[in-house]
């Protein structure tokens, strides 16, 4: 088990940019593929990016367009999200998650443990 924290939300103007960092608890870390999906109220949550356990794969969601990046230091224990560009519509409560499947499918079902989230709010 792996406990997660993210932290690095807030509120930033439309084209702005923010960084959200993912500390996980145990050195077990190294070995999950991690991911980060994003939630408004009243909608499910959805899949943002995800990461294989050693880097070597990354997907994003289409609505990325190349604006995010996602990463990771596994001797850390990080997980980051760079966010540029930033629109009102990215406003969410953003998760990171790990699991414990090679190459999991980006839902989030196939993700086992999660964040508390931390609030990204982009204003217009």
């Known amino acids: 088990q792996v406990q997660l924290i993210e932290s690095g939300g807030g509120l930033v103007q439309a084209g702005g940019s923010l960084r959200l960092s993912c500390a996980a608890s145990?050195?077990?870390?190294?070995?999950?593929?991690m991911g980060w999906f994003r939630q408004v109220p009243g909608k499910e949550r959805e899949f943002v990016a995800t990461i294989a356990w050693n880097a070597l794969t990354v997907r994003y969601a289409p609505f990325v367009k190349g604006r995010f990046t996602i990463s990771r230091n596994n001797d850390k224990k990080t997980l980051i999200l760079q966010m540029n560009s930033l629109e009102p519509e990215d406003t969410a409560v953003y998760f990171c998650a790990a699991s414990k499947y090679n190459l999991p499918e980006p839902t989030p079902y196939w993700f086992d443990y999660w964040g508390q989230g931390t609030q990204v709010t982009v204003s217009s």
């Open positions: 145990e050195p077990t870390f190294k070995h999950f593929d």
